[in-house]
Structures are given as C-alpha cells and as structure tokens.
C-alpha cells in the first residue's frame, strides 16, 4: 500500500483540507435542511407563572408542533433576565437554543455594569410575539381622576408623591420616568421585588401610584378599588375603551407597551432564523394562541426577524435616552 501522503507531500496535504472543509460544508448544509432534529430550548429569565413564562409556554409548545420537535422552557432567573440573557448569548448558534426577550432586556443593556451582551452583536432578532399597555392606577385616597389632576398635585408637592415599580429599571420603572419627563413632574419611585407586592401595597393606598399591566389589576380598577387615569398605547385599549391614553391626556406622542420576543444566539444560520420566525408567525395566528395571550392581558405582535430587529433598535434608543436623562445608569 502506498502512503500518498508521504508521495505527494503538500499535495495531498491541500487536497486533504480541502476534502475536509467540503465535506464540513456539506455537513453544515445537512444539518440545516434537517433543522430540527433534536429539542429546542427556550430560555426564560423569570419566575414560571409570569407573563414572559406563560407566553414563552404557549408559543413555544405550537411552535414546536409546528416544525414537528418538541420545545421545552427553562427558567433562568435573576438579575432582571440578565442571567437568561447572557446563558443565550454564550449558547452554540445552531437554533437550539432561544432567549424569551422583554423590554426588560433592553434596560440591562444600560443598567448592568456587569453585563457580556449586546442585541445586534451577541444576540438577534427571530420575530415578536406579545404586547400590552400599561394603565396609570391610583389609590381613592389620592384624590385625582384624571391625569391633569395628578399633573397639578405632583407639580404642586415636588417629590411626595410615590409610585410603586416591580425593581428598578423593570417597564414600571421606565414608564413612570418618561411620564415624569413628559409631563415635568418628579414622582418618587418605590422599588418591589415583584409585581404581587405593588399590587397589594396599592390596594392598601401604602404607595399611591403605579403604571401597572392591565391583567393584574383589571378588575381592581372595575371595583373602584383602585382608579383607572389613562392607558399607555397608541391607541385605547380594549379591556378600558373608556378610558383615555396619555397621549390624549395631553403629552402627544407618549406610547409605552411591555412587550415580549423570541431572540437566538447571534451566528444562528439564515434559513434556521427564517424557519423559526415562521413558526413564531404561525403560533401567533392560532387562536388558542391568542386566547392565552389575552388571558394574560396581551395581543399577538405578528412580524418577521427584520420587523423584530427594527423595532428593538427603536426601543433601545427611546428607553436609552430615558435611563441617561434619569441617571439610572448611575445608580
């Protein structure tokens, strides 16, 4: 037998790589025509029970209907999803691994000094999939029904009146902020843990204010337990068609929602991101789909990869520009 190695040298040496990246090529392609083979993860950096937890469930079990594997959630938490983040980031760009992404993600990029991850550049965008509004609820004991009212009583007592956040730099956080920049008003801010305990030191007029989701304090604000101002979005919203928006409340322009996406390690191949995003789609346009989401206070955002990216980057600069102007970033 002839060695053709010692033969022919550097020959057989470059025919040799060159056989073996064709044969890497052709593997890498098999491997993404037959995408998935294998479980899909979704990383959820939150408690199970949560918005982010239940809609990354729901969305994610279609999907995986859809392109026929099975997709399992895993709960990451701490460090307001940072940790579920970063574990995405470092995370193999093969489209088994995905990243449950909140507004919240877009705050750490500039509230974290600890941080390893940028949108863009380690992770990236594979479709949206939920929003909601915010609602402006006070306490009775406040005194106001009307956002000109709470205007007038903050401008009057500078820095007495309180509001209740879910931590800082949460969508609670954020949304009160930009109101107090919109409006010229200092609110104070009251850091929680979580959102349970905001609602119930809201119910009890401990803290008097809070732009809170819908779902958890609907039908608080129907009782009259608590007072319903104004809702965040672009335009009313349907479980309070009664109520205005703040942008009609005077402060054009104004438009807050929390949000929920699907993200993948940044290197994950074309074709796999296009396959997950139409599955993302077509979970979304389920009506047991939608029927979830609005149990849990949200609509379906329908929009491909490029939508999600556009969408994020706007996000990140409006909120950029509150956390810089607040000095959040300091803190």
């Not at 106001?144 to 009583?153: I, N």
């Amino acid at each position: 037998m002839r060695d053709f190695s010692k033969l022919h040298g550097r020959r057989a040496i470059l025919v040799a790589g060159a056989l073996g990246i064709a044969l890497a090529a052709t593997g890498a392609a098999l491997s993404q025509s037959s995408y998935p083979n294998r479980p899909i993860r979704i990383l959820v950096g939150f408690a199970p029970g949560g918005p982010s937890d239940i809609i990354g469930r729901v969305v994610g079990a279609k999907m995986g209907e859809i392109m026929g594997t099975q997709v399992i959630v895993e709960n990451k938490t701490g460090a307001g999803g940072a940790i579920a983040t970063e574990a995405a980031a470092r995370s193999a760009p093969d489209g088994y691994t995905l990243l449950n992404t909140p507004v919240a993600t877009v705050a750490n990029e500039f509230l974290s000094k600890t941080i390893k991850y940028e949108f863009g550049k380690d992770i990236i965008a594979v479709g949206p999939q939920a929003e909601t509004a915010n609602i402006l609820v006070v306490h009775p004991s406040l005194g106001v029904k009307s956002v000109a009212e709470l205007v007038k009583l903050a401008k009057g007592k500078p820095g007495e009146v309180q509001y209740a956040t879910a931590g800082r730099g949460s969508a609670t956080h954020l949304t009160s902020e930009l109101f107090n920049m919109a409006a010229g008003v200092k609110t104070m801010a009251v850091h929680y843990r979580g959102g349970g305990d905001t609602v119930k030191d809201l119910l009890s007029g401990e803290v008097k204010m809070m732009f809170s989701s819908i779902a958890p304090v609907q039908q608080f604000v129907k009782d009259g337990r608590l007072i319903g101002l104004a809702t965040t979005g672009p335009k009313r919203d349907p479980a309070f068609p009664n109520l205005p928006t703040v942008a009609e409340s005077g402060y054009p322009g104004f438009d807050v929602r929390l949000w929920i996406g699907l993200t993948a390690p940044a290197g994950v191949p074309k074709d796999i991101i296009n396959k997950l995003a139409d599955a993302n789609r077509k979970a979304l346009e389920l009506p047991e789909v939608q029927k979830a989401l609005a149990a849990q206070g949200f609509a379906p955002m329908l929009g491909s990869a490029e939508d999600f990216d556009a969408f994020y980057r706007a996000e990140r600069i409006k909120w950029g520009k509150v956390i810089t102007a607040t000095g959040m970033d300091k803190e």
